[in-house]
């Protein structure tokens, strides 16, 4: 199995700042993608921000220019650092993490944070 430890959410002022990390660990063979996903109060949940293995980043239109994906190969962590935060930015942030793993196998395996509550005040 693979689990992921989230940290980082909390709460700030709008137009401050926040880094949430993602740690990985278990029985990983391979990390193919990275991401951060969000849901706010009555929504559904959308993706924020995905990096692959090769690095190449996307980001949802509404974060673009005010947060930066990145990863640590080394360490099988994703962090997502957050500035010029908005209100609109509040929610629950979900780390996922999608790849390989060894069991009887390479296996491929889909894992999900417990998420971290961000909260922005105006």
């Known amino acids: 199995q693979v689990q992921l430890v989230e940290s980082g959410g909390g709460l700030v002022q709008a137009g401050g700042s926040l880094r949430l990390s993602c740690a990985a660990s278990g029985s990983i063979f391979s990390i193919n993608g990275m991401g951060w996903y969000r849901q706010a109060p009555g929504k559904q949940r959308e993706l924020v921000a995905t990096i692959i293995s090769g690095g190449s980043t996307n980001y949802a239109d509404s974060v673009k220019g005010r947060f930066t994906i990145s990863r640590d190969n080394a360490k099988n962590t994703v962090y997502l650092q957050m500035n010029s935060l908005k209100p609109e930015d509040t929610g629950v942030y979900y780390c996922?993490?999608?790849?390989?793993?060894?069991?009887?196998?390479?296996?491929?395996?889909?894992?999900w944070g417990q998420g971290t509550q961000v909260t922005v005040s105006s």
């Open positions: 996922n993490v999608h790849g390989t793993r060894i069991g009887v196998l390479v296996i491929p395996f889909n894992s």
